[in-house]
């Protein structure tokens, strides 16, 4: 597991201590910020094994047809991970870990929506999906959910158009992994600590035309 942080202080980082005073005297040139950063802003973040954690779950999914020309399907998934027993590294206030509460980037729920519509000379199909997502998911972004709709037209025998239009909302959108949308991990002491959030990828709209020659 990856989480356990430590500040820059005291004993806590052993030889790295060259290496802070380096980080601190760069801040304002190669980091191009202004000040300079105390010991304790600065975290080291480390992996450990010997985690004993619980891993418990459910996923139901199910599908109705409504006429002859429309399908509903979904599924939901509820997902428990949380940690019986800690490394001493772990066990620090500085932690993202607490034994009995679900482990981060862990989402307790997710699930989609999908709805299949055929036209009744069956030369038309729209497909419909909403897939979302509980917040502490990997993303780091809050409790989302993307809609993506695709629509095929068969022309003649032997042309087809396809248009799709992925996340058609612009769900927390962005082309950078950055502090934008992030959700702030829980530290064991309660304090909060900024993190990174990976963006959805932006609304896009593609139109293919298949030809087959038969």
Do not use: M
């Amino acid at each position: 597991l990856t989480g356990a942080s430590v500040d820059a202080t005291g004993n806590n980082i052993g030889d790295l201590g060259d290496f802070v005073q380096q980080l601190q005297s760069g801040f304002g040139t190669f980091g191009g910020c202004a000040g300079s950063p105390a010991p304790a802003d600065v975290v080291f973040i480390k992996s450990v094994g010997h985690v004993a954690a619980r891993y418990a779950g459910i996923d139901v999914a199910g599908g109705v047809s409504i006429g002859p020309r429309l399908q509903v399907e979904g599924d939901v998934a509820v997902q428990s991970a949380v940690p019986a027993a800690l490394p001493s590294s772990l066990l620090t206030s500085r932690s993202y870990y607490v034994v009995g509460r679900q482990l981060p980037n862990v989402p307790f729920w997710n699930g989609t929506l999908t709805v299949d519509w055929q036209s009744r000379d069956e030369r038309t199909e729209a497909l419909f999906n909403a897939t979302f997502v509980s917040a502490n998911n990997r993303n780091n972004l809050p409790a989302k959910t993307t809609y993506s709709l695709a629509l095929q037209r068969n022309v003649t025998p032997n042309i087809s158009l396809l248009a799709l239009a992925t996340n058609i909302f612009g769900t927390y959108a962005g082309d950078f992994v950055s502090a934008r949308y992030a959700v702030p991990y829980v530290l064991a002491d309660g304090r909060l600590q900024p993190a990174l959030a990976a963006p959805q990828a932006p609304k896009r709209l593609f139109i293919t035309a298949i030809y087959r020659n038969r």
